[in-house]
Protein backbone atom coordinates (compact mmCIF):
# COMPACT_ATOMS: atom_id res chain seq x y z
CA UNK A 1 0.00 0.00 0.00
CA UNK A 2 1.54 3.48 -1.11
CA UNK A 3 3.57 1.03 -3.78
CA UNK A 4 4.85 4.52 -5.07
CA UNK A 5 6.65 4.07 -8.37
CA UNK A 6 7.09 0.31 -7.59
CA UNK A 7 10.29 0.79 -5.85
CA UNK A 8 10.03 -1.81 -3.15
CA UNK A 9 7.67 -4.52 -4.75
CA UNK A 10 10.20 -5.38 -8.05
CA UNK A 11 13.19 -5.04 -5.47
CA UNK A 12 11.43 -7.61 -3.05
CA UNK A 13 10.29 -9.57 -6.40
CA UNK A 14 13.77 -10.07 -8.12
CA UNK A 15 15.36 -10.50 -4.78
CA UNK A 16 13.79 -12.73 -2.82
CA UNK A 17 11.00 -14.38 -4.64
CA UNK A 18 10.72 -14.62 -9.17
CA UNK A 19 7.02 -16.62 -8.03
CA UNK A 20 6.21 -13.87 -6.21
CA UNK A 21 2.56 -11.93 -7.37
CA UNK A 22 2.56 -8.42 -6.59
CA UNK A 23 -0.56 -6.69 -5.35
CA UNK A 24 0.04 -2.69 -5.20
CA UNK A 25 -2.28 0.16 -4.43
CA UNK A 26 -1.18 3.83 -5.07
CA UNK A 27 -3.54 6.53 -5.34
CA UNK A 28 -1.10 9.42 -7.26
CA UNK A 29 -1.89 9.33 -10.70
CA UNK A 30 1.41 10.45 -11.64
CA UNK A 31 3.01 8.01 -9.45
CA UNK A 32 0.95 5.21 -10.99
CA UNK A 33 1.53 5.60 -14.56
CA UNK A 34 5.48 5.53 -13.33
CA UNK A 35 4.81 2.47 -11.50
CA UNK A 36 3.00 0.84 -14.47
CA UNK A 37 5.66 1.93 -16.38
CA UNK A 38 8.50 0.12 -14.11
CA UNK A 39 6.72 -2.90 -13.96
CA UNK A 40 6.43 -3.22 -17.47
CA UNK A 41 9.73 -2.64 -17.79
CA UNK A 42 10.88 -5.34 -15.14
CA UNK A 43 8.62 -8.00 -17.42
CA UNK A 44 6.44 -8.36 -14.47
CA UNK A 45 3.15 -7.12 -16.19
CA UNK A 46 1.63 -10.54 -16.16
CA UNK A 47 2.27 -11.08 -12.03
CA UNK A 48 1.33 -7.99 -11.06
CA UNK A 49 -2.48 -6.26 -10.04
CA UNK A 50 -1.94 -2.58 -10.15
CA UNK A 51 -4.83 -0.64 -8.38
CA UNK A 52 -5.00 3.32 -8.67
CA UNK A 53 -6.56 4.10 -5.15
CA UNK A 54 -5.64 4.46 -1.93
CA UNK A 55 -6.60 2.18 1.35
CA UNK A 56 -8.13 3.02 4.29
CA UNK A 57 -10.93 2.20 7.42
CA UNK A 58 -13.84 3.70 4.85
CA UNK A 59 -14.96 4.32 1.45
CA UNK A 60 -14.56 7.63 0.59
CA UNK A 61 -12.87 10.78 -1.62
CA UNK A 62 -10.14 12.23 -0.36
CA UNK A 63 -7.94 15.12 -0.76
CA UNK A 64 -4.39 14.14 -1.17
CA UNK A 65 -1.28 16.88 -1.20
CA UNK A 66 1.12 15.95 -3.47
CA UNK A 67 4.71 16.98 -2.58
CA UNK A 68 6.08 17.67 -5.97
CA UNK A 69 10.00 17.59 -4.94
CA UNK A 70 9.46 14.54 -3.14
CA UNK A 71 6.37 12.15 -4.56
CA UNK A 72 6.95 9.75 -1.87
CA UNK A 73 6.02 11.78 0.30
CA UNK A 74 2.77 12.62 -0.97
CA UNK A 75 0.32 12.39 1.89
CA UNK A 76 -3.61 12.94 2.42
CA UNK A 77 -2.37 13.97 6.20
CA UNK A 78 -2.62 17.96 5.70
CA UNK A 79 1.01 19.19 6.64
CA UNK A 80 1.72 21.63 4.57
CA UNK A 81 0.29 24.60 3.22
CA UNK A 82 0.00 25.54 -0.66
CA UNK A 83 0.63 22.47 -2.12
CA UNK A 84 -1.07 21.07 -5.13
CA UNK A 85 -3.55 18.51 -4.50
CA UNK A 86 -5.68 15.44 -6.21
CA UNK A 87 -8.40 13.93 -5.03
CA UNK A 88 -8.09 10.55 -4.48
CA UNK A 89 -10.36 7.15 -4.28
CA UNK A 90 -10.51 5.47 -1.15
CA UNK A 91 -11.51 1.95 -0.54
CA UNK A 92 -11.36 -0.83 2.35
CA UNK A 93 -8.30 -3.46 1.64
CA UNK A 94 -11.13 -6.40 3.18
CA UNK A 95 -13.74 -5.33 1.04
CA UNK A 96 -11.13 -5.11 -1.82
CA UNK A 97 -10.38 -8.81 -1.51
CA UNK A 98 -13.82 -9.95 -1.13
CA UNK A 99 -15.05 -8.17 -4.10
CA UNK A 100 -12.19 -9.59 -6.03
CA UNK A 101 -12.69 -13.13 -4.43
CA UNK A 102 -8.87 -13.22 -3.50
CA UNK A 103 -7.78 -16.30 -1.38
CA UNK A 104 -6.08 -14.48 1.95
CA UNK A 105 -4.05 -17.49 2.24
CA UNK A 106 -2.25 -16.27 -0.82
CA UNK A 107 -1.42 -12.97 0.67
CA UNK A 108 2.23 -13.79 2.39
CA UNK A 109 3.44 -10.11 3.10
CA UNK A 110 1.99 -7.16 3.41
CA UNK A 111 4.42 -3.43 2.99
CA UNK A 112 2.58 -0.32 4.35
CA UNK A 113 3.81 3.38 3.74
CA UNK A 114 1.58 5.72 3.42
CA UNK A 115 2.75 8.72 5.78
CA UNK A 116 1.06 8.33 8.46
CA UNK A 117 -2.09 6.98 6.83
CA UNK A 118 -1.28 3.72 8.41
CA UNK A 119 -3.87 3.16 11.03
CA UNK A 120 -6.34 3.54 8.83
CA UNK A 121 -4.98 1.20 6.31
CA UNK A 122 -5.12 -1.52 9.07
CA UNK A 123 -8.00 -1.09 10.73
CA UNK A 124 -9.41 -1.60 6.87
CA UNK A 125 -7.60 -4.40 6.97
CA UNK A 126 -9.30 -5.98 10.58
CA UNK A 127 -10.41 -8.93 8.94
CA UNK A 128 -7.65 -9.87 6.77
CA UNK A 129 -4.91 -9.71 9.50
CA UNK A 130 -6.82 -10.88 12.43
CA UNK A 131 -7.40 -14.34 10.44
CA UNK A 132 -4.49 -14.70 8.47
CA UNK A 133 -0.42 -15.09 9.85
CA UNK A 134 0.66 -12.39 7.62
CA UNK A 135 3.94 -10.36 8.11
CA UNK A 136 3.45 -6.54 8.18
CA UNK A 137 6.65 -3.88 6.92
CA UNK A 138 5.20 -0.36 8.02
CA UNK A 139 6.56 2.94 8.46
CA UNK A 140 6.37 4.03 11.81
CA UNK A 141 4.80 7.89 12.07
CA UNK A 142 3.60 8.10 15.90
CA UNK A 143 2.89 11.90 15.58
CA UNK A 144 0.25 11.50 12.92
CA UNK A 145 -1.11 8.09 14.26
CA UNK A 146 -2.07 10.26 17.38
CA UNK A 147 -3.33 12.76 15.56
CA UNK A 148 -5.18 10.68 13.96
CA UNK A 149 -6.84 9.78 17.08
CA UNK A 150 -6.98 6.18 15.80
CA UNK A 151 -3.49 5.00 17.54
CA UNK A 152 -4.98 3.34 20.14
CA UNK A 153 -7.49 1.58 18.30
CA UNK A 154 -4.66 0.46 15.88
CA UNK A 155 -3.15 -1.04 18.92
CA UNK A 156 -5.77 -2.67 20.60
CA UNK A 157 -6.38 -4.23 16.89
CA UNK A 158 -2.28 -5.15 16.31
CA UNK A 159 -2.30 -6.87 19.74
CA UNK A 160 -5.33 -8.96 18.43
CA UNK A 161 -2.75 -9.93 15.60
CA UNK A 162 0.85 -9.06 16.22
CA UNK A 163 2.99 -10.26 19.35
CA UNK A 164 6.18 -8.50 18.87
CA UNK A 165 7.46 -5.25 16.38
CA UNK A 166 11.12 -5.10 15.49
CA UNK A 167 12.74 -1.68 14.83
CA UNK A 168 14.20 -1.90 11.56
CA UNK A 169 16.88 0.74 12.16
CA UNK A 170 18.68 -1.46 15.29
CA UNK A 171 18.62 -4.26 12.20
CA UNK A 172 20.88 -1.98 10.39
CA UNK A 173 23.16 -1.63 13.36
CA UNK A 174 23.26 -4.74 14.76
CA UNK A 175 21.56 -7.85 12.44
CA UNK A 176 22.84 -10.76 15.35
CA UNK A 177 20.77 -8.88 18.53
CA UNK A 178 17.95 -7.62 17.32
CA UNK A 179 15.07 -6.72 20.13
CA UNK A 180 11.28 -7.93 19.84
CA UNK A 181 9.37 -5.19 21.70
CA UNK A 182 5.89 -6.02 22.89
CA UNK A 183 3.04 -4.14 20.78
CA UNK A 184 1.62 -2.05 23.81
CA UNK A 185 5.20 -0.39 23.59
CA UNK A 186 4.41 1.35 20.48
CA UNK A 187 1.84 3.30 23.07
CA UNK A 188 5.10 5.04 24.84
CA UNK A 189 5.51 6.83 21.60
CA UNK A 190 2.15 8.59 20.89
CA UNK A 191 3.25 11.85 22.31
CA UNK A 192 6.61 12.40 20.95
CA UNK A 193 6.79 15.11 18.41
CA UNK A 194 8.52 14.41 15.30
CA UNK A 195 8.08 14.45 11.97
CA UNK A 196 6.30 12.51 9.64
CA UNK A 197 8.55 9.35 8.67
CA UNK A 198 11.47 10.30 10.81
CA UNK A 199 11.20 7.04 13.05
CA UNK A 200 11.91 4.72 10.28
CA UNK A 201 10.35 1.30 9.57
CA UNK A 202 9.08 -1.16 11.96
CA UNK A 203 8.24 -4.77 11.52
CA UNK A 204 5.45 -6.83 12.99
CA UNK A 205 5.58 -10.18 13.45
CA UNK A 206 3.96 -12.96 15.53
CA UNK A 207 5.47 -15.75 17.70
CA UNK A 208 5.39 -19.07 16.01
CA UNK A 209 7.30 -20.74 18.39
Not at 92 to 116: A, V
Not at 138 to 162: A, H, I, R
Not at 180 to 206: A, C, H, W
Request: proline share 5%; glycine share 6%.
Amino acid sequence: MGANIGTTCIYFKHKFDKNLKILAFEPDSTNYMLLKMNVALNNMSDDSILENFGLGDHESEQIMHITPSNPGHNTIIPDSEGLPTETIHIIKLDDYITKNNINPKEIKYIWIDTEGFEPQVLIGAKNLIMNNSIPIFMEFNPMTWNQSGLFEKMVTLLNDCYDYFIMISEMHNDKKNVNLYPINDLLKYKNLRVETGSMGDIFLVKDNS
